[in-house]
């Protein structure tokens, strides 16, 4: 049974730093495209970052070069490092999980793409 746990959430002051985990268990991690997302209430879930099995990266262009996604096989963890916060990034951070190729992976942009899901945790960010 497949299970991510995302944590580290939590608020800071707009210009601050956040690290977000997502512990996963239950099947080969490293086989696997992992995705963060995060959803305001009324919006639709919208991709943050993915990172392939292979390492390789993407980001959506809202957050390129503010956040760094990524993922250490042996302890079977996913991170998000988040510089520079902005109000706008407040939301709800979901990390997703669904195997695949890394060239998959690179075009693995819709929540549709995605089996797996974490219950979220919440950032919010203060101006």
């Known amino acids: 049974q497949v299970q991510l746990v995302e944590s580290g959430g939590g608020s800071v002051q707009a210009g601050g730093s956040l690290r977000l985990s997502c512990a996963a268990s239950g099947y080969s991690y490293n086989r696997y495209c992992m995705g963060w997302f995060r959803q305001t209430p009324g919006k639709e879930r919208e991709r943050v970052a993915s990172i392939g099995s292979d390492g390789g990266t993407t980001y959506a262009d809202s957050v390129h070069s503010r956040f760094t996604i990524s993922r250490d096989n042996i302890k079977k963890t996913l991170y998000l490092e988040m510089n520079s916060l902005k109000p706008e990034d407040t939301a709800m951070y979901y990390c997703?999980?669904?195997?695949?190729?890394?060239?998959?992976?690179?075009?693995?942009?819709?929540?549709?793409?995605?089996?797996?899901w974490g219950q979220g945790t919440q950032v919010t960010v203060s101006s």
């Open positions: 997703a999980a669904v195997p695949s190729t890394p060239e998959y992976c690179y075009t693995a942009y819709n929540q549709a793409q995605y089996v797996y």
